[in-house]
């Protein structure tokens, strides 16, 4: 099983859906949890962190379940500018230091 | 501002060559990381370093690879005899602290192995 699991896509959507993008992770000892942004060829940005009691910031909900090792981001009235990569990322601290571990990315296009 | 800088944006390098990318962050980070991104690939981690030693490294992180922070500013990456798949993004990261907060990253160096 992969340490981070996503969908890869594309999801091609037009300006305004709600999109939802899911995430397994396969260690349970993982203690935070991140989605970031990645434009092509550019550095991971981050976009919010992951807690179990869910968060929001503006049009974007995440949200994690600890017992079915599940992250999941909701994007609502997206729009093109969403269009991105989205990496699901877990850290993990083993003792010596934290390590992010990133999915493959789900790739988002948000269209006309 | 940027949390961290890196240099150079672009290296270009023939086979069997050394290389060092460097990554300055801002002066109260303490804890580094650098991480690579073959073309079509993910995010991969290689090394986390913190007052001057490694804390943590990936199988990818063998004797080939070595990081240090010479002078208290820079940290640097180095590759030696450089292969062509050390071809990838080199990426820094940096956090404050050691609590699994979200590392920021660089906007990278691509490393080209001709």
């Known amino acids: 099983r992969k340490e981070v699991e996503q969908d890869p896509g594309p999801f091609n959507v037009p300006e305004g859906a709600t999109v939802a993008f899911n995430c397994t992770y396969s260690?349970?000892?993982?203690?935070?949890f991140f989605w970031y942004r990645q434009d092509c060829r550019k550095e991971p940005k981050l976009l919010m962190s992951v807690y179990s009691s869910g968060n929001e910031d503006g049009r974007f909900t995440a949200q994690l379940n600890r017992a079915s090792q599940y992250i999941s981001l909701l994007i609502r009235d997206s729009k093109l500018s969403d269009s991105a990569t989205y990496l699901c990322v877990v850290n993990t601290f083993t003792g010596g230091g934290n390590k992010l571990t990133f999915g493959t990315g789900t790739q988002l296009k948000v269209e006309l | 501002e940027p949390e961290v800088t890196q240099t150079p944006s672009h290296q270009v390098t023939q086979m069997g060559q050394e290389v060092i990318l460097r990554c300055v962050p801002i002066s109260n980070h303490l804890y580094f990381y650098w991480y690579r991104q073959i073309l079509g690939q993910k995010v991969e981690f290689l090394v986390s370093f913190y007052n001057n030693e490694i804390s943590e490294k990936s199988e990818i992180f063998d004797d080939q690879f070595s990081v240090e922070r010479p002078d208290g500013s820079n940290f640097t990456l180095k590759i030696r005899s450089t292969k062509l798949e050390d071809s990838a993004m080199y990426f820094c990261?940096?956090?404050?602290?050691?609590?699994?907060?979200?590392?920021?990253f660089g906007d990278g160096t691509r490393l080209s192995i001709l």
């Open positions: 260690n349970s000892a993982s203690q935070s």
């Open positions: 990261a940096v956090t404050q602290g050691n609590g699994g907060q979200p590392q920021h």
